[in-house]
């Protein structure tokens, strides 16, 4: 099951102590390195407000608002390795019933058609 109970503090904190520990260099994503991962599990869902560029939290707070609005059944328990599927990536269970930390806030951007780059944000 994944980790819960964890804040972007606790993440940040996490990936600067494995980084020392393994001696090689592990951080958060960036929510542009994320959304490509995340391929087309989220594409466009979320409008997020970036009120404070350090926390990238804020942009969560705000989707989670944008789900209350929606009035959704909650999933309240993280699921199980394999219960989301693989996306168009190959990777499995990116986008399941947890948040994820990314090391920036949310902006709105369409990807280059060669995949690669960022063609435009908003």
Same mark, same amino acid.
């Given at each position: 099951?994944?980790?819960?109970?964890?804040?972007?503090?606790?993440?940040? /904190?996490?990936?600067? =102590?494995?980084?020392?520990?393994?001696?090689?260099? =592990? *951080?958060?994503?960036?929510?542009?390195? =994320?959304?490509?991962?995340?391929?087309?599990?989220?594409?466009?869902?979320?409008?997020?407000?970036?009120?404070?560029? !350090? !926390?990238? /939290?804020?942009?969560?707070?705000?989707?989670?608002?944008?789900? &209350?609005?929606?009035?959704?059944?909650?999933?309240?328990?993280?699921?199980?390795?394999?219960?989301?599927?693989?996306?168009? *990536?190959?990777? /499995?269970?990116?986008?399941? !019933? &947890?948040?994820? =930390?990314?090391?920036?806030?949310?902006? *709105? /951007?369409?990807?280059?058609?060669?995949? +690669?780059?960022?063609?435009?944000? +908003?």
């Amino acid at each position: 099951a994944p980790v819960t109970g964890v804040s972007y503090l606790d993440a940040d /904190a996490y990936a600067r =102590w494995y980084s020392e520990a393994t001696g090689d260099h =592990w *951080r958060l994503p960036s929510d542009e390195e =994320w959304a490509f991962a995340a391929a087309e599990r989220f594409t466009g869902e979320f409008e997020g407000v970036e009120d404070d560029a !350090n !926390n990238p /939290a804020r942009r969560w707070l705000t989707s989670y608002k944008a789900e &209350v609005a929606l009035n959704r059944r909650p999933d309240p328990l993280p699921r199980s390795r394999g219960s989301f599927g693989v996306n168009s *990536r190959g990777l /499995a269970d990116l986008s399941g !019933n &947890v948040w994820e =930390w990314t090391s920036t806030c949310y902006v *709105r /951007a369409t990807f280059a058609a060669d995949g +690669i780059g960022v063609a435009h944000s +908003i």
